[in-house]
């Protein structure tokens, strides 16, 4: 079995989020998407509120799988059995930070890293411009995936 974890806060998750999960479906037979908890960072929703969020949008999908983890994510790979790590890019920006992890990961225990490129009609959406959007009291249902309400 193919299982992949696709790690991050996901505060809140988002429709890019979404759509790489979708994607990456056709690569693995498994998602086991990790909800990171680091005390260090301040989060506008529970580590719960996001569960149900990730949960909301995969309800119909028993490919994915849920869980928290508070540890170093690649100890959460090894945790869940699984041999990959999916991410996903949105910019240039990004891909230094992604590369030297996933050499890192791989370095120390094996695990490979997969990255699959934002769709564009979703490159500019972050959970911070969502979490900026809500704090000023505007719609951000177009950023959500389906189910998921706040």
Known sequence: MRRAIFPGTFDPFTIGHYSIVLRGLSFFDEIVIGIGVNQAKKTLFTVERRFEMVQQAFVNEPRVKVESYDCLTVDFALKVQADYVLRGLRSVGDFEYERTVADANRTLTGVETVILFTESKYSYISSTVVRDLISYG?????????NVTL
């Open 138 to 146: 505007k719609d951000i249902s177009l950023f959500l995936p389906p």
